[in-house]
């Protein structure tokens, strides 16, 4: 059984440019959470998402940042016109439901804004 | 808005020595806690948690961690470091009628020979 996959692993981007973060889950988990990490801090939750709803977003940037979970497909976070300060980890998590009390992690896409 | 907080961003310890990591979170309320460990440029692993039941839980690799609510702690202990415990360690928490975790800070754990 597969883990949580994340691609791409490493992500360059120029300063106003889109970044597309890719998270499939661990088969049978309809459950995606996305958390990002800065740079000498700890993880921080951005949204936690369903297949084809939004549950939570409450940790997510008002601009610019946006989050989605088809039903075919892996859960993209999409960053629209990237600044430096968006540089960071961004880890995807899965669960198969919510009574389930782990998540479990994916290996991150490391994002660089140049 | 719940908070964790570890104590000591970079812990240093001889091979062999105890670890002590310590955890301490802000809900009223007794909230699903959670160890994790994160290898350079890796995901997160999960080391240990604790739900209900009994409030000292094993976990992977020798680590431990023990539930006090009254002091609102969550610490975690292995009684001999090793090298391969070099890593950065994560305590999270979870309310039981959410989903999202928090997590603090992180420590650092520095094993040396």
């Known amino acids: 059984n597969a883990g949580v996959m994340q691609n791409p692993r490493h992500l360059v981007r120029r300063r106003g440019q889109e970044a597309r973060l890719r998270c499939s889950p661990m088969k049978g988990h309809s459950h995606v959470y996305w958390y990002r990490q800065l740079p000498e801090e700890g993880l921080k939750f951005m949204v936690y998402l369903q297949k084809e709803n939004i549950i939570d977003e409450s940790g997510m940037p008002k601009e610019r940042f946006s989050a989605e979970f088809p039903k075919e497909g892996p859960s993209i976070l999409r960053i629209q016109q990237v600044v430096r300060g968006d540089s960071a980890a961004y880890f995807c998590a899965s669960s198969p439901t919510t009574d389930f009390n782990e998540q479990f992690f994916g290996p991150g896409t490391r994002l660089t804004v140049l | 808005a719940q908070s964790v907080t570890q104590l000591g961003s970079h812990v240093s310890v001889s091979e062999g020595a105890l670890v002590l990591l310590r955890c301490n979170y802000s809900?009223?309320?007794?909230?699903?806690l959670f160890w994790y460990v994160q290898y350079p440029n890796q995901g997160l692993q999960l080391l240990l948690k604790?739900?209900?039941?009994?409030?000292l839980v094993k976990g992977i690799n020798g680590f431990e961690a023990e539930f006090k609510k009254s002091e609102t702690s969550f610490h975690l202990t292995k009684p001999s470091a090793h090298m391969s415990d070099a890593a950065e360690y994560f305590c999270a928490v979870r309310e039981t009628a959410g989903n999202k975790l928090t997590f603090g800070g992180g420590t650092r754990v520095l094993v040396k020979p």
């Open positions: 604790y739900t209900t039941g009994a409030t």
């Open positions: 809900s009223s309320v007794p909230p699903y």
